[in-house]
């Protein structure tokens, strides 16, 4: 198997883990378009981290279709190098292992996981590791039982309260970002308001929306016409949650103020004299160009709100 990577400039790495997905979401085609879950080997994926590493990548994202998925395979023909099972917490305490060197330090974020691969292992892993970012992308579609059950997600709306209020409790700190889904078919007002809800509960800060579209072949697309959501409908409700995620980005940004955090340079800011950087935590920050160098954490102190963006003098 070839382990694919890509590059944001010399900043950020991307190691794809994993491919393929077993879920078969009623929307998704990805299923039927890249096939089954399948987890690239141990070996190759600390060849790739341990290079990357050596090459002064200070973050590394740990990539996958169904990233909680990973080693689910391994006792299904796809060896994991002779072990008989590892998972990803077990995965990411390897690569962890690899940044002992001081002369190549780095951090791993995790790309996006489901709420159902969000396991005590995990949270304990991220509570108790620095080096994992206290950030979480979730595959999250929506904040309502009955519309998770049609789509066929693996979780219900107390599942993911759940998950998240333990992770919160072990990690303060944490930004959430999350995909989420409006307008599935026979979603109705308060099913889109229990999603809404969910964020502010949750504290959601960053979701992205979209608005559901038929894919040929799926489930939802054989629902009945009369079952399916307007497209009027469709776009209001997304400008809707759009406009409760920025409320809830300003509000996280204001809370931050008088923080201090390690974050790393990316590329010259729009506002003239800044650097945008990204926090640990993944937010976005701008810091002036005479305190930051490409390539290598540095550590400010947020003074003040810049463009949407949290700022440091």
Not at 126 to 151: D, F, V, W, Y
Request: with cysteine.
């Amino acid at each position: 198997a070839k382990l694919l990577s890509a590059y944001e400039t010399h900043t950020r790495a991307f190691v794809q883990i994993q491919q393929g997905c077993n879920q078969g979401c009623t929307f998704c085609i990805i299923h039927l378009a890249r096939g089954p879950s399948h987890s690239l080997a141990p070996s190759l994926i600390k060849r790739q981290v341990q290079r990357l590493a050596l090459n002064g990548y200070p973050e590394i994202v740990v990539c996958g279709v169904d990233l909680g998925s990973y080693g689910e395979d391994f006792n299904n023909g796809n060896q994991a190098d002779g072990q008989i099972r590892m998972d990803l917490v077990d995965l990411l305490r390897e690569l962890l292992s690899l940044g002992h060197d001081p002369e190549n330090p780095f951090r791993i974020r995790l790309s996006s996981i489901d709420p159902a691969h969000i396991t005590d292992r995990l949270i304990d892993l991220m509570a108790t590791e620095s080096r994992i970012c206290p950030h979480i992308h979730l595959s999250l579609q929506s904040g309502n039982t009955l519309i998770l059950k049609r789509m066929k997600r693996r979780y219900d709306a107390a599942h993911v309260r759940e998950r998240i209020t333990r992770l919160r409790a072990c990690l303060p700190e944490l930004v959430i970002s999350a995909d989420v889904m409006v307008g599935f078919p026979t979603e109705t007002e308060q099913h889109y308001l229990d999603t809404e809800a969910m964020l502010r509960e949750l504290n959601i800060a960053f979701p992205h929306v979209f608005s559901y579209s038929e894919r040929a072949g799926t489930p939802a697309a054989r629902i009945p016409q009369d079952k399916q959501v307007p497209i009027k409908i469709r776009k209001q409700r997304n400008q809707r949650l759009r406009r409760a995620g920025k409320e809830l980005q300003y509000r996280l940004l204001e809370s931050r103020l008088g923080s201090s955090a390690w974050v790393l340079p990316e590329k010259p800011a729009r506002h003239e004299g800044y650097t945008l950087c990204r926090a640990e935590d993944y937010l976005a920050v701008l810091v002036p160009t005479n305190r930051s160098v490409a390539g290598k954490w540095c550590k400010v102190e947020y003074s003040h709100i810049l463009e949407g963006c949290l700022a440091a003098r």
